[in-house]
């Protein structure tokens, strides 16, 4: 063998350099961070306005919090086939300008004695139109600033310590804000969050490419539609990843608003104590996002997926037979939320990963957006649920049926074809001049 020949065999058995030597990836994600953490302050300080200033019942902030939500159900599909036939950066630039000034909007109309909950859920349902446009396409933007997608899992990886990071501290932060600058003046911190990212945003050198246009004289919505949700539950990987993904959230949302429901009517745990659970079970996500690239570098990425998400499904079971004095009882709820956060953020990494390998970039939007909904869909039929079966039933024996039946999922991820898998696959090739 010679020396080039050797020097050629070391350079491409050697790994990849890091994201962290990739100057417009680092943009993106310091200014991601920050808004993830302001947008924790929001979902903290628009319900407390609400109820501070405006006195507002249980159900207007139902409402509120519904507002927020339910442009997924409604937009995501169709803004996903809008993010393919357009550049991300300025769909997101517009997004993000849009939040900041809608957010900044709370405190100037307090501070002028003209803020009223009619507005109010104006504002809110608007932010959450633009959040569903902005999500749908940084999923879609992110694989064009990492190119490599053997950096896909890092991407994800290092995005979910930023989510998890926000869900621990951020409620605390928030906490402090609301308690130092009243609830609407403390809006102003996310604001500016937004406007860190907005610079984010406009510092990317990265050029990204105007989409190919679409075949044939004309653009049809609901045939590009169709062929998105076609494309996710056509394909043998994504197919059962969306299959998954609603069962996922319904189970999550059902045990969560249940154990509230457990927690103070039936065990007689203090606002402080259940927050107090909260924030201890999130330093699972935390923990789990920071080590998921290590483990999928160690062990298979099927069973990865298999025995994480089998976590998220099975920790809730501790729930209902939590028992003993007040301090075990209240470790064993920290335990079981706790398991489920680690598990989901390292199975969020390898969903992710699979998702932006398994699509092309003229697909990207309308994946995110198909995922989008079934996850936000499988949520909001989850909180539902939940109140329903525990107006029914009691909360204790609801919680009970809910942990069982989300462990019975678990058969669904033992004959999932994503279980098997031990890597990622190869991403989709390049269409030719001719097929594009």
């Known amino acids: 063998m010679t020396t080039t020949e050797s020097l050629a065999d070391q350079e491409s058995a050697a790994p990849p350099p890091s994201l962290w030597h990739n100057a417009d990836f680092l943009k993106f994600w310091a200014g991601e961070s ?31 919090r519904f507002l927020q939500l339910v442009p997924y159900l409604g937009l995501a ?12 950066r300025s769909i997101m630039l517009g997004a993000n300008i849009t939040r900041m000034v809608l957010i900044g909007l709370v405190p100037v109309l307090h501070w002028t004695h003209t803020l009223t909950m009619g507005p109010l859920l104006v504002i809110a349902c608007a932010v959450g139109i633009a959040s569903v446009l902005f999500d749908v396409s940084w999923m ?27 869900d621990v501290a951020g409620p605390g932060l928030a906490g402090v804000l609301v308690s130092w600058l009243t609830a609407p003046v403390a809006l102003l ?54 299959m998954v993904a609603p069962f996922c959230n319904f189970s999550l949302v059902t045990v969560w608003t249940m154990f509230l429901l457990y927690a103070t009517r039936v065990v007689g745990l203090s606002a402080a104590q259940i927050g107090v659970v909260f924030a201890a079970a999130s330093v699972g996500g935390l923990v789990g996002a920071t080590i998921s690239r290590k483990v999928l570098d160690r062990f298979p990425l099927g069973p990865v997926y298999a025995v ?53 970039q003229s697909m990207m ?31 204790e024996s609801a919680l009970t049926w809910a942990a069982i039946g989300s462990a019975v999922v678990i058969v669904g991820l033992v004959v999932s074809p994503v279980s098997r898998l031990r890597q990622l696959p190869e991403p989709p090739a390049a269409p030719t001049p001719a097929e594009a």
């Open 34 to 64: 920050l808004s993830l953490m302001g947008t924790q302050v929001t979902n903290l300080a628009l319900p407390l306005t609400a109820i501070l200033a405006f006195h507002a019942s249980d159900e207007q902030v139902g409402l509120l």
């Open 189 to 242: 911190v996310d604001a500016f969050s937004y406007l860190v990212s907005v610079v984010s945003l406009l510092l990317i050198r990265t050029e990204e490419p105007k989409p190919a246009p679409a075949t044939g004289d004309k653009r049809h919505l609901w045939t590009e539609l169709r062929e998105g949700v076609a494309f996710v539950f056509g394909d043998r990987i994504l197919r059962p990843l969306a």
């Open 140 to 166: 879609s933007y992110v694989p064009m600033l990492v190119k490599d997608p053997k950096h896909y899992v890092e991407a994800s990886s290092k995005m979910g310590i930023s989510s998890s990071t926000a």
């Open 77 to 88: 599909l169709l803004f996903g086939v809008w993010v393919d036939r357009a550049r991300r």
């Open 365 to 395: 939007g309308r994946m995110s957006a198909c995922f989008r909904t079934v996850l936000f869909g499988g949520g909001a039929l989850g909180g539902l649920f939940a109140g329903l079966l525990a107006g029914a039933i009691g909360p």
């Open 308 to 360: 994480t998400m089998g976590a998220v499904f099975a920790g809730p079971l501790l729930l209902p037979w939590a028992g003993g004095p007040r301090a075990v009882q209240v470790a064993l709820f920290i335990l079981s939320f706790f398991v489920s956060y680690l598990g989901l953020a390292i199975a969020s990494v390898v969903m992710v990963s699979l998702r932006q390998t398994c699509t092309p």
